[in-house]
């Protein structure tokens, strides 16, 4: 079992970039694709980015197309979330989460959770 773990998180004026950090521990963290969401007050959990287990394979919510990056690092059981050109609606708490099949935006899909890191983009 992995066990999930967000840094990173902070305040930053609208334009500004910061970036996450998703440290796993445990056992194999290569077999899990990574994924993040964010929940605003009052709004459901939203998909933000996943990347496939070997890296090769990203996928991106369409309200952060262009503006975020996710990646891996294997070696160092991180995976990565740059976001840049951070506007005020993308204030939220971040979640990372793992899953052993696929991608995806589903998040009943994903089995394991961080504790969440606060985002907060002032305009």
């Known amino acids: 079992q992995v066990q999930l773990v967000e840094f990173g998180g902070g305040s930053v004026q609208a334009g500004g970039s910061l970036r996450l950090s998703c440290v796993a521990s445990?056992?194999?963290?290569?077999?899990?694709?990574i994924g993040w969401f964010r929940q605003a007050p009052g709004k459901e959990r939203a998909f933000v980015a996943v990347v496939s287990r070997g890296g090769g394979t990203t996928e991106y919510g369409d309200s952060v197309k262009g503006r975020f990056t996710i990646s891996r690092d294997n070696a160092k059981n991180t995976v990565y979330l740059q976001m840049n050109s951070l506007k005020s609606e993308d204030t939220a708490v971040y979640y990372c989460?793992?899953?052993?099949w696929g991608t995806g935006s589903d998040h009943e899909t994903y089995h394991t959770w961080g504790q969440g890191t606060q985002v907060t983009v002032s305009s």
């Open positions: 445990g056992r194999a963290f290569s077999t899990y694709a």
């Open positions: 989460a793992a899953k052993v």
